[in-house]
């Protein structure tokens, strides 16, 4: 299995309140995304990350905003949380082709977030 | 707008029947296609891929998948399934020059009884 951890896995939090999750590798790969998955949407795009301090917005970025100092860690926070953003959050990752191909992503385990 | 249409939200199927799952994405360009199984509160696993070549493609567990460009399709089958393949099945795509970025389906239950 690919080398990702998210943290936390589980997070209970009010509405109003500052979140962040953490998504840490170790296979240095220069490509990280971040998708929210719900009931009959699938997963959508939220954020996603080509190299250290290049970042992209996906689908569904409102209320998100992320972060990448360095190779191994990306961060998705949540400024002000809503019961909107309630959802499970995955992060993958992909090597760069370098070659114009497509590189597979691979997905952590999750995180589930409860906004109350 | 690009996207991609699984019609059954949940298939149930007996064991040692056989299954297809349907997918369909919304343009004829040059796209590279999945298929990703999530197993009970797990992350997702890849089944298997195309980007080019033959249009059948096997992947693991049994599933095959076929790409066919004129109705842009590419449904996913196993002939005999199994209690543990009891999963949700999710269809992508990338469309070609959007830097990787994947789009799902809304998934497909796969509910295997005895």
């Known amino acids: 299995d690919a080398g990702i951890t998210q943290s936390p896995r589980h997070k209970v939090t009010e509405t109003g309140t500052p979140v962040t999750l953490r998504c840490h590798q170790t296979e240095n790969h220069r490509y990280m995304y971040w998708y929210r998955q719900d009931p009959g949407h699938g997963l959508r795009l939220i954020h996603y990350s080509y190299g250290v301090k290049d970042t992209d917005k996906g689908e569904v970025s409102d209320g998100y905003s992320v972060s990448r100092s360095k190779t191994e860690d990306f961060l998705l926070t949540l400024e002000s949380a809503t019961s909107s953003q309630t959802s499970v959050y995955f992060c993958?990752?992909?090597?760069?082709?370098?070659?114009?191909?497509?590189?597979?992503?691979?997905f952590g385990p999750g995180t589930r977030l409860t906004v109350l | 707008a690009q996207s991609v249409t699984q019609l059954d939200s949940q298939v149930p199927v007996f064991e040692e029947a056989p299954v297809e799952l349907r997918c369909n994405y919304s343009s004829s360009v040059s796209v590279y296609l999945f298929w990703y199984v999530q197993y009970p509160n797990q992350g997702l696993q890849l089944l298997l891929k195309?980007?080019?070549?033959?249009?059948l493609v096997k992947g693991i567990n049994g599933f095959e998948a076929e790409f066919n460009k004129s109705q842009t399709s590419f449904h996913l089958r196993k002939p005999s399934v199994h209690i543990s393949d009891t999963a949700e099945y999710f269809c992508?795509?990338?469309?070609?020059?959007?830097?990787?970025?994947?789009?799902f389906g809304t998934g497909t239950r796969l509910q295997v009884t005895l």
């Open positions: 992508a795509v990338v469309y070609t020059g959007t830097a990787s970025k994947l789009t």
């Open positions: 195309y980007l080019s070549g033959s249009t």
């Open positions: 993958a990752i992909s090597e760069s082709s370098g070659s114009g191909g497509y590189n597979e992503q691979f």
